[in-house]
């Protein structure tokens, strides 16, 4: 997928001037946030569960090298295929030589992320391949010839109008009098239409939420059914996953699933959660004849052992982005790639470079939502404050912002200094605000407070409120 | 050097400190491939028989399945052609190679049509026979294979499927534990699927609507109890 995190910047920018766009982010907040919660209250064990989650994914990456040779000895003893991609040019290469091999001229697929990463789709295109993307969300950003903007909800960016406009566009064949009013009536032309393309498909592509070294087995979790019916009426079915979605046995995928679907959807489990090992056996009447797994690489194994270790174990629920006030306000697209939101913020630098990518740890407001709700209790603030730390360090910074921080740190390092410095500034602000006790406009800052109210100090530093509580204990 | 060798070299290398023994990592390794410890398992599915059920039906009916219960397997296809029947649905489903279905008495229940095998697309109605149930999130667990056909539980309009009491377990934990007893330890039947409810997506504006691809509803038939 092109890469326009560089710009980060203007796209923010574009992004809170779109009217349509700050009219479909509002099914964000108000959509995810309740059912998480929800889902997990209603589970006395979820806060446990993710404790577990945490120390499964942190065994699984001490060992990742041992379990991906046991799992990759399972799948071959259940009759089907692995293969090893260090970069996502391997990754292409090798799933267009599987489809050129079977003469493919049609592809399914299943809602996977890391296609987006490895830009799959348009290699299929460019090598007479027609790839069709068959999850409901996907599918209508393929017709709009966009990126997903969410990780699990893709299209979340399109408003209903948009997505009937684009029915009329791409479904010339029909009745261009038909009423498309309903959610309903748009859903039932597109499952009318991918019904026939999963018939008329040579191979089927999925991703992987799990891959079971116990079992040989890849798992995906999903609700529309659109993974399984990809994955069963193709010729060949192809599973394209990254190193570290091995899991050691079906126990601790159990656990993992438990926090998966609450903390994505708020739902207790996904409609289908589906295990599949190896190709049609001798007796089964359906299923695929050839299973391929991809393992792909394109940057995992240099993470491990290093500073951003704990983001290996996402596994992209989508809770932190919803939780997220700088995504609310801006969506995914601004962060110009596949991943977006605070795991995007430390995930794309790692994959990417620090160069393009940069930016995007400075995207938060550290206000820890994402840490205080991620299932697998990654610490999302500390790591993109790493990020912003080597980005400072590089000087990669526009020089506004160094000049900035470096004042903070001149102030910073002398602490009498700061003290007197910052309450200063905090009566002074504080005075200035009014009675409504908030700024809607203020000098040197309309960046800031052009789209948000920045509250005022109330008359306290924190380090002055610091000492009073040390005393009064 | 192949894409395989440098991965795995890769890693090696960045997982493994002073000292480390490769042996005693990968016993560490075998060793939790073979036990496969259990994590935390709900209490919620630590219920008696009765409640259980009673709690898989509950958690099955909030995810928009309808159940219903008839005493034993001959009753099946009276309901089921009753089923049929008030949904307006044509009296034809289509069934595996399943003994426990195959021996149904479906004549009485004429002009039932039953027709034989994988779906090809083409049936409004199918009719599943279940591994197990689990209590917890009110899911149904089926195996392909040339008794339950995978793509029965994903073409057809109207999925029913048919679990035995005694198959409800309270957690998914049971029912990995049966899944090995019944296809051995560390292997698998082609397809396991795991179905909580009829399909459904929410991509146009967030709004939940039943019926994306697969079934658009989901009919579980308990038998006993
Ligand atoms: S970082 Fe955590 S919250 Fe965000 S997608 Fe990954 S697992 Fe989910």
Redesign the pocket.
């Known amino acids: 997928m092109q890469m326009r995190s560089p710009r980060f910047r203007e796209n923010a920018r574009e992004a809170l001037d779109n009217a349509q766009l700050q009219r479909a982010l509002t099914n964000v907040e108000t959509n995810f946030v309740g059912k998480r919660k929800a889902a997990a209250d209603a589970l006395p064990e979820f806060e446990a569960l993710r404790d577990k989650a945490r120390d499964i994914k942190n065994h699984t990456l001490e060992h990742l090298d041992l379990y991906l040779k046991a799992y990759e000895k399972k799948v071959i003893e259940a009759g089907g295929h692995v293969h090893w991609a260090e970069t996502a040019e391997d990754a292409r290469r090798i799933v267009l030589g599987i489809c050129k091999r079977v003469n493919a001229k049609t592809v399914t697929k299943g809602k996977s992320i890391v296609s987006e990463e490895i830009g799959l789709n348009e290699h299929l295109s460019a090598n007479g391949i027609q790839p069709v993307e068959t999850d409901l969300g996907e599918y209508i950003i393929q017709l709009r010839g966009e990126a997903p903007s969410h990780?699990i909800a893709p299209a979340v960016h399109v408003n209903k109008s948009e997505v009937e406009t684009e029915f009329r566009r791409a479904h010339t064949h029909l009745d261009p009098n038909r009423n498309l009013e309903e959610p309903e009536t748009l859903l039932n032309e597109a499952r009318a239409i991918l019904r026939q393309k999963y018939f008329d498909a040579e191979v089927g592509i999925t991703g992987a939420n799990f891959l079971i070294a116990e079992t040989g087995s890849s798992v995906i979790v999903t609700n529309e059914g659109n993974g399984d019916l990809t994955q069963t009426l193709g010729k060949v079915h192809i599973v394209l996953a990254t190193l570290e979605k091995v899991t050691p046995t079906l126990e601790d995928v159990s656990q993992i699933l438990r926090v998966l679907a609450r903390?994505a959807t708020g739902q207790d489990t996904s409609v289908y959660t589906t295990f599949s090992t190896g190709p049609r056996r001798p007796e089964d009447p359906d299923g695929p004849e050839e299973y391929h797994v991809v393992l792909i690489d394109n940057g995992r194994s240099s993470m491990l052992g290093g500073d951003y270790q704990d983001m290996l174990r996402?596994?992209?629920?989508?809770?932190?982005?919803n939780h997220c006030p700088v995504y609310h306000a801006i969506g995914g697209h601004a962060y110009g790639w596949v991943y977006p939101g605070?795991?995007g913020a430390v995930l794309t630098p790692s994959l990417t470079s620090i160069d393009e990518a940069g930016h995007l740890p400075n995207a938060s407001t550290f206000c820890g939502r994402?840490e205080s709700?991620?299932?697998?209790r990654?610490p999302?603030p500390k790591m993109m404050r790493h990020w912003r730390t080597r980005e400072f360090e590089r000087h990669l910074q526009p020089a506004s912002t160094r000049f900035g921080l470096g004042l903070w740190a001149f102030f910073a390092r002398r602490p009498a200094l700061y003290r007197a410095a910052t309450g200063l500034m905090v009566r002074t602000l504080g005075l200035f605000s009014g009675k409504r006790g908030r700024f809607a406009s203020m000098p040197f800052a309309s960046g800031w407070t052009k789209y948000r109210d920045l509250p005022a100090p109330e008359g306290k530093t924190f380090q002055q409120m610091w000492a009073e509580r040390k005393d009064a204990a | 050097m192949s894409g395989r060798d440098a991965i795995l070299g890769r890693l090696k290398r960045r997982l493994e400190r002073e000292g480390d023994l490769e042996s005693a990592r990968a016993d560490e390794v075998a060793r939790r491939l073979d036990d496969a410890p259990a994590g935390i398992i709900p209490a919620r599915g630590q219920l008696p028989g009765g409640e259980r059920i009673a709690l898989f039906q509950r958690m099955a009916e909030a995810v928009q399945a309808s159940v219903e219960h008839v005493a034993a397997m001959a009753d099946v296809p009276k309901a089921i052609a009753h089923q049929l029947s008030q949904r307006n649905l044509p009296a034809a489903v289509r069934i595996g190679a399943d003994a426990a279905l195959a021996a149904m008495p479906w004549e009485a229940s004429a002009p039932l049509e039953v027709r034989h095998g994988p779906s090809d697309g083409n049936d409004l109605a199918a009719v599943s026979h279940a591994l197990a149930g689990i209590a917890e999130t009110g899911t149904l667990v089926l195996a392909s294979g040339t008794d339950n056909p995978t793509t029965l539980n994903f073409l057809p309009d109207l999925h029913i499927v048919v679990v035995e009491a005694g198959d409800i377990d309270g957690d998914m934990e049971a029912v990995l534990a049966r899944i090995r007893r019944k296809f051995g330890k560390g292997t698998m039947p082609r397809a396991l699927n795991m179905v909580a409810g009829p399909s459904r997506s929410a991509d146009i504006e967030q709004t939940l609507i039943l019926g994306a691809h697969g079934p658009r509803a989901l009919h579980v038939v308990i038998v006993g109890g």
């Open positions: 990780i903390s996402c596994i992209r629920c989508g809770a932190c982005m605070p795991m994402c709700v991620c299932p697998m990654i999302l």
